[in-house]
């Protein structure tokens, strides 16, 4: 972890370091992923308080709005392989604090960031230094479409394998017919190495969707949050 970032008094690092601790013991964050830098709100103004926000590969910074009593949060105009934020913190109010999720999977580099609420005129600059650490893998996932049968898919859904080379977490299996969407399945969580098929269960409007004919090309999609998606196609009949 880097010390080079500028707190009041030592009271939001101490905040900081609480949070994630709790945080990592419930498995909301990779034990993979330490504290980095704190990026502190200004009290007396709609800023942050000045940088240097620095810190090591692989590491999760902090949003230290302990001392404001406005709402802000941090995020970037950058995007993922997910097509979201390539970082961001949920949007917290005067007193709280929370990490800054996807800042473990940075490269070196300089990443400006703004508040969703005050935008460009709240904002800084979060530098990841490339001499120290490891970057923690992003969340990895392929999907695959098994053969089945059209009888089956209308009476029980579509069945989609799912493989993860890294742990992810939070998966969303989707299934279509051109833009007609099927079915979804969400919150799925698999750890580095495992496999499983699972079942997205059709909804009313794709049951109808795929209700006729003989022949029905499905698209399946697996996305999880900082991680790049994965599709397969399959003509069921």
């Known amino acids: ?87 961001y913190s949920n949007l917290i109010s005067g007193g709280q604090t929370t990490p800054v999720k996807g800042t473990e999977y940075l490269a070196a580099g300089t990443y400006p960031f703004y508040c969703t609420i005050h935008g460009t005129s709240m904002s800084g600059e979060l530098v990841i230094d490339g001499s120290k650490g490891t970057v923690v893998p992003r969340p990895s996932i392929k999907a695959t479409f098994p053969g089945q049968r059209l009888k089956q898919v209308r009476k029980s859904g579509v069945r989609v394998k799912v493989k993860a080379t890294t742990a992810s977490n939070g998966v969303a299996v989707t299934a279509r017919k051109g833009r007609a969407l099927l079915g979804v399945k969400r919150g799925l969580n698999f750890t580095a190495g495992q496999s499983r098929t699972v079942t997205v269960p059709l909804t009313k409007a794709g049951r109808k969707a795929i209700s006729k004919g003989k022949v029905v090309k499905i698209t399946v999609k697996a996305t999880v949050e900082f991680g790049k998606p994965s599709t397969a196609i399959r003509k069921v009949r």
């Open 1 to 87: 972890m880097r010390h080079d970032v500028r707190l009041m008094g030592g009271t939001g690092t101490r905040i900081a370091l609480g949070i994630l601790a709790a945080l990592t013991s419930f498995g909301l964050i990779a034990s993979a992923a330490s504290a980095g830098a704190t990026i502190q709100s200004d009290p007396n103004a709609y800023d942050y308080l000045p940088g240097p926000f620095v810190q090591d590969l692989g590491e999760t910074a902090i949003f230290d709005n302990s001392q404001s009593s406005a709402p802000h949060d941090v995020t970037t105009a950058r995007r993922g392989p997910d097509g979201g934020p390539l970082f």
